[in-house]
């Protein structure tokens, strides 16, 4: 019989046992196989044991479980780790396992899609230079590649991809070599040297310009940033001669005041820059001197005219302010203040003395003034002829006893007594009293200027008040306005603006800004001048030419007709009787002054002054500005005014131009003719430029701040400001600097 064996391993408790399967071959025939089960202890056999350990894979950016698996491997067989679909392994997890255990163990996995985004900063110290945006896998790195120009810092770490936070890279310019080159005037290398620096850091040429004995030209810089550039030139110039000078100011022999000033050679200074207070440079003096020499100015000056403010105030206690008035006279003279008219009737003071006053400063002087006794006052009626022709009438009242007339007072501009007319008349019954008057001889002086104020010709024009004169202009020159002639009214001297007869404007003479160096400060000429446009290379706003500053209009005295109907006898005054003072007071002189008619309740009062016509002005024939005489002042124009019409209030409500003309004082504006110098400095911010302004409040042009400028009278203009008047139809904001009289 044959048999066959076949083992099997058989697990029973913890005990394997080997089970033989014997199959007999050789049976009797037709008789079924005979199967058998042999099981016996496997005697050295090793023992094997399946591991069945649990994991989990959890996502290592977001800790969620994706998910798990078992081992079931026997003990001491490696386990390949095999993550879910679409995730990998985090860096440091294993890939295979040998499981000796069943518990559970956590494997980090994270997606395959995932990917982050960094936003990366250069910062070169704490400037932005560039900005980019990153993105990667997860585990991830790229490194960090500077900027053109640029570089890291400090060998910086590469970039990992691990979240999506930003990152600052520190980086700092290339190192570059370039040539510098110091350029004179002429275009000129005066000296070359070649440097190296950082890209982007500043470079400061002012050692090389020092070490060759030159100076930075005016405007340009010393510094420069440092870019990919081979060259880099800085305008020079070379190192000026300085000369010293010694400004004595002296006046009448009496040396007052020296003052040492320091230049370079072709600079110029302003003499009237270091003038002792109160006084002016006399006509014989140039206001600008140049650097030349070393030497010394022997100047001579004069007192200069200054202005102070009087104010009249009742006797104490009560010490009411009556009035006020200003008066214009020359440093250091003694000067008689008349009360104003409106006062003197009722007000005088203690001490004639009292009005005497020193013009030694400009602080204001109080007068004190007691009330006079009340009088019962007489008419005087005044009725001017010329050569037996009737020109006008006025009717004036006054103090009985106290009042002496003075005739010459109450002539209209002009006008004179004639030779055998008495000049004075003591007031002590009402009266019609008949002036015979003459027309005074005058002499004008006619200086024809440029825009610029620079005097081209002059001429003296003679003849009686009140006549028309042709104007005799310089040869090639014409007056821009087409003004032939100008009536003369009394001596002085005026000036008329001309152009070349071409028709262009020759450019104005204007005075270079003051710099912030201790290089001296340029000034303007002494003559007028029209402030130029700021010459700095910056834009500035585009501004019109100014126009040139006109002429003072003539006025024009309307001629007179003789009256038509003879002269008839006014009727009497009746006047109440008056009682005699016991104790009478020896006659007093009062004043000057003008009454009013008692009709209208308006009073002319002596002012001579210019006014100026804000838009138009109409001009009347009487002081009620009631009967217009047809003709209209046009706008900007400046006249010669004479007395000023008050009402009964005391407000000022016209301008009497002479003879019989009359402006509203709401249609003109009175004009402070003082000259200074003025100096652009903004209160709030000094070294603004500011603009100028024509007297419809419209800027013309900027001017920069240190500059100065001539100002040739002050007016209040549209907007409620008070302006300095530069030439040209220009103005200034008084408060927008500083300014002293000339």
């Known amino acids: 019989m044959h048999e066959k064996r076949r083992y099997k391993l058989y697990k029973a408790g913890k005990r394997w046992l080997i089970a033989a399967l014997v199959i007999g071959l050789v049976a009797p025939l037709g008789a079924s196989p005979v199967v058998s089960t042999v099981y016996a202890e496997a005697a050295g056999v090793a023992r094997a044991v399946i591991i069945k350990k649990p994991l989990t894979f959890v996502d290592y950016f977001t800790g969620k479980t994706v998910g798990q698996a078992k081992t079931n491997t026997p003990s001491g067989s490696a386990y390949v780790v095999t993550p879910p679909s679409g995730y990998a392994l985090a860096p440091g997890e294993p890939e295979t396992l040998l499981p000796e255990d069943e518990t559970s163990q956590t494997i980090q996995v994270y997606s395959m899609a995932k990917t982050f985004s960094k936003w990366v900063t250069y910062k070169a110290g704490s400037k932005v230079v560039d900005t980019r945006k990153l993105t990667g896998a997860p585990f991830t790195e790229q490194n960090a590649l500077a900027p053109t120009h640029y570089e890291t810092v400090d060998d910086f770490p590469p970039i990992q991809f691990l979240n999506d936070d930003p990152v600052t890279v520190p980086v700092q310019g290339r190192f570059y070599s370039f040539k510098v080159q110091l350029v004179d005037a002429q275009g000129n290398v005066v000296n070359e040297t070649r440097h190296a620096g950082r890209y982007d850091s500043e470079f400061d040429a002012t050692t090389l310009i020092n070490a060759v004995g030159y100076h930075l030209a005016d405007g340009a810089k010393a510094t420069f940033m440092v870019k990919d550039e081979d060259t880099y030139q800085v305008a020079v110039l070379p190192v000026a001669t300085v000369y010293h000078r010694r400004l004595e100011y002296w006046y009448k022999g009496t040396l007052l005041a020296s003052h040492s000033i320091s230049g370079e050679a072709g600079t110029k200074y302003d003499r009237a820059e270091y003038l002792p207070e109160y006084h002016a440079l006399t006509d014989e003096n140039t206001q600008i001197g140049y650097f030349t020499n070393d030497g010394t100015d022997v100047i001579a000056v004069d007192r200069a005219v200054i202005t102070r403010k009087i104010r009249f105030v009742s006797m104490e206690p009560d010490s009411i302010v009556l009035g006020e008035k200003t008066i214009s006279r020359k440093y250091n003279t003694r000067v008689t203040v008349s009360v104003p008219s409106d006062l003197a009737w009722h007000y005088w003071p203690q001490n004639n003395d009292d009005l005497s006053v020193v013009m030694d400063g400009k602080d204001t002087v109080t007068i004190r003034l007691r009330p006079l006794p009340i009088a019962v006052l007489r008419t005087i009626v005044l009725r001017l002829y010329e050569n037996g022709v009737f020109l006008s009438e006025k009717v004036l009242t006054g103090v009985p006893n106290r009042t002496e007339m003075q005739f ?159 002269e008839k006898p006014l009727p009497p005054i009746v006047t109440p009787p008056v009682t005699p003072d016991p104790d009478p007071e020896p006659p007093t002189i009062a004043p000057p002054v003008v009454l009013p008619p008692v009709e209208d309740g308006l009073t002319l009062r002596p002012a001579r002054q210019v006014v100026a016509v804000k838009q138009s002005a109409v001009l009347y024939k009487d002081k009620a ?45 009175v004009v402070d003719m003082t000259r200074g110098v003025f100096t652009v400095r903004h209160p709030a911010k000094p070294k603004w430029a500011i603009a100028t302004w024509t007297t419809s409040v419209r800027p013309v042009q900027i001017i920069k701040a240190g500059s100065r400028w001539q100002t040739f009278g002050k007016q209040q203009l549209n907007d409620g400001h008070w302006y300095h008047d530069v030439g040209g139809g220009q103005y200034v904001r008084a408060e927008h600097g500083t300014w002293r009289m000339k």
């Open 408 to 566: 010459a007072w109450h002539l209209p501009a002009g006008m004179n007594l004639a030779q055998n007319q008495a000049p004075t008349l003591f007031v002590n019954e009402n009266r019609t009293i008949r002036l015979n008057v003459q027309r005074d001889v005058v002499d004008l002086r006619i200086r024809y200027v440029l825009a610029d104020g620079r005097k081209v010709g002059e001429d003296i024009l003679s003849g009686l008040a009140g006549e028309e004169r042709k104007l005799q202009l310089p040869a090639g020159y014409r007056l821009g306005n087409g003004q032939t002639s100008i009536v003369i009214l009394e001596d002085g001297e005026r000036s008329v603006i001309v152009e070349t007869d071409t028709g262009e404007k020759p450019e104005p003479e204007v005075p270079d800004p003051e710099p912030e160096t201790p290089a001296p400060d340029p000034d303007p000429d002494p003559e007028p001048e029209t402030p130029a446009p700021d010459p700095d290379p910056d834009p500035e706003p585009e501004v019109p030419d100014p126009e040139p500053e006109k002429p003072t209009p003539p006025i024009v005295t309307p001629p007179v007709t003789p009256d038509p109907e003879p």
């Open 625 to 669: 500005t009631s009967q217009p005489t047809g003709r209209v002042l046009k706008r900007d124009t400046r006249w010669q005014a004479y007395r000023e019409v008050l009402d009964k209030a005391g407000q000022v409500v016209a301008y009497h131009l002479g003879g019989e003309q009359f402006v509203k004082a709401s249609e003109a504006v």
